[in-house]
């Protein structure tokens, strides 16, 4: 019903940028929260950053000053700017979706497949 399509990613040094993207697409009325959480090896997936209703922003501390998020609503997409990253950020990452479909009236939430983000010297 609703699909997301991730790109970005990749390897990069210590104190480099990169640049995530999730596309949504389906049966969406509205999106009422979207984002990012990551899940590094051996640890619990965490929330990395969440855009509710766009209206606020939750960032975890660890990436606060240094990633941004923005949203283009007509698209149903998100962008994610990393800068400054570091060897910590190391993980898969994955956008999140909370919808609310259209016809059904109800709301789901989806996750996209995942994108690697390696940070290493």
């Known amino acids: 019903q609703v699909q997301l399509v991730e790109s970005g990613g990749g390897l990069v040094q210590p104190g480099g940028s990169l640049r995530l993207s999730c596309a949504a697409s389906?049966?969406?009325?509205?999106?009422?929260?979207m984002g990012w959480y990551r899940q590094a090896p051996g640890k619990e997936r965490e929330l990395v950053v969440l855009?509710?209703?766009?209206?606020?922003?939750d960032f975890a501390d660890s990436v606060k000053g240094r990633f941004t998020v923005s949203r283009d609503n007509a698209k149903n997409t998100a962008y994610l700017q990393m800068n400054s990253l570091k060897p910590e950020d190391t993980a898969v990452y994955y956008c999140?979706?909370?919808?609310?479909?259209?016809?059904?009236?109800?709301?789901?939430?989806?996750w996209g497949q995942g994108t690697q983000v390696t940070v290493s010297s």
């Open positions: 999140y979706v909370a919808v609310k479909l259209q016809l059904a009236g109800i709301n789901r939430t989806y």
């Open positions: 389906g049966s969406i009325f509205t999106i009422l929260a």
């Open positions: 855009i509710n209703n766009g209206r606020s922003t």
